[in-house]
Structure formats: C-alpha cells, structure tokens
T-cell receptor, first 112, second 117 residues
Framework: ELKVEQNPLFLSMQEGKNYTIYCNYSTTSDRLYWYRQDPGKSLESLFVLLSNGAVKQEGRLMASLDTKARLSTLHITAAVHDLSATYFCAVDPQGGSEKLVFGKGTKLTVNP | NAGVMQNPRHLVRRRGQEARLRCSPMKGHSHVYWYRQLPEEGLKFMVYLQKENIIDESGMPKERFSAEFPKEGPSILRIQQVVRGDSAAYFC???????????????FGEGSWLTVV
C-alpha cells in the first residue's frame, strides 16, 4: 500500500525566510502533485512533476522530484504572509491522478 | 468557464438521515472523482466514475455509501443512515480524459462540508 509522508506537518516561519517541505512516498511513481489549500476552500493545483529530476518554479515556490529517492521537495523562498496555507503532496500509484494518495499536509503560517 | 460545482456547500444531518452531495464537472469533462477529507487529514480517494459507469470504487466504504454519474445531470454521492464519523469535507474532482494518458492533474471543486449531529 502506497504511503505518502510529509514533514513537517506544521511550520511557522517569519516573512523573508526560506524553508523546505519534504514529501516521501513508499512505492515507485514518476509523477507527483503539489496542491495548496486555504481554510474552508478547495485544492489549488500548484505543480505537476512528471519525471525524475523535474524542477518547477512559480513565484516564491519551487518543487523538485527525485524518483530514485522517492522524494519531492517544495522550497519556499523569502516567504510572505500570502503563502500561509496547507500544502499537500500526492502520488497516484497507477501513474495518473485519478486515484491520488495524499500526504497529511503541511500547515504553513508565515508571520509578519 | 465554470469550474467543478458542488452543492450543497454545507450540510447538517442528524444521525440516521441520508445525505446527498452533488457534483457537476467542468464543461467537457466526463471523468468524476470523489474524495473525502477528515479534519486535519489529507484527502482520501473514494470513487472514480465516468458517465453511467463506476470505474473504481475501491475507496468507498462497503455499506451506506453509493455514487452515480448518470447520463444526464450531476454526479451524486449518497450516504445513507449517516453517523458522526461521516462528518467530513467531500470533494469532487473532474478531468476530460483519464489523466494517466495526459499527465494532467484533476480539477477539484470547493467541497461539501457534511456535519452529522
């Protein structure tokens, strides 16, 4: 059974600082998805990583995938308050995104 | 271009009642997925449907839960005889084709929050 583990689960950081969220998964997959969720809201797709070594960047967020290590990272650069949300990584053991297995999420709070 | 529409957004039911959650996929999407999110947890897959077909229901509880996606109208997730443990957010998502063919993600609706009292 595929397991997806994120750490940390809670992250409080100051504006302007950098930090990395880690996502480990237990079985082979060459696709990984990152989502953002604001309280009481739906999931917003941030990144789709489709191959080993994939790196994608959007604004202050950068995601990477190492399929050999079964690890993805979401790096936050110079955090701002608007980045406060819960971030999920997800993997589909079948290679698509129909049957995603989600991590428990990392609740990020960026303090002024 | 409307996104995935779910209703009701919030639903309160007493134990033993039935809950019906509706999902209209994005225009042009014929694949629908239901996920459940318990408090402080990630989403868990429940069921994958195409029009008039259940493709994968491996995440559905064996009793009281059912889902359909008829030829006309929205997809419906039905929970009979609700219990407190059914309190959760239920998210619907859709895609135009099977995503393992495209590498694209699925698109989530805003969720239906069910509270059982």
């Amino acid at each position: 059974e595929l397991k997806v583990e994120q750490n940390p689960l809670f992250l409080s950081m100051q504006e302007g600082k950098n930090y990395t969220i880690y996502c480990n998964y237990s079985t082979t997959s060459d696709r990984l998805y990152w989502y953002r969720q604001d309280p009481g809201k739906s999931l917003e797709s941030l990144f789709v990583l489709l191959s080993n070594g994939a790196v994608k960047q959007e604004g202050r967020l950068m995601a990477s995938l190492d399929t050999k290590a079964r690890l993805s990272t979401l790096h936050i650069t110079a955090a701002v308050h608007d980045l406060s949300a819960t971030y999920f990584c997800a993997v589909d053991p079948q290679g698509g995104s129909e049957k995603l297995v989600f991590g428990k999420g990392t609740k990020l709070t960026v303090n002024p | 271009n409307a996104g995935v529409m779910q209703n009701p957004r919030h639903l309160v039911r007493r134990r033993g009642q039935e809950a019906r959650l509706r999902c209209s996929p994005m225009k042009g999407h014929s694949h629908v997925y239901w996920y459940r999110q318990l408090p402080e947890e990630g989403l868990k897959f429940m069921v994958y449907l195409q029009k008039e077909n259940i493709i994968d229901e491996s995440g559905m509880p064996k009793e009281r839960f059912s889902a359909e996606f008829p030829k006309e109208g929205p997809s419906i997730l039905r929970i009979q005889q609700v219990v407190r443990g059914d309190s959760a957010a239920y998210f619907c998502a859709s895609s135009p084709v099977a995503t393992h063919l495209t590498g694209n993600t699925i698109y989530f609706g805003e969720g239906s929050w069910l509270t059982v009292v």
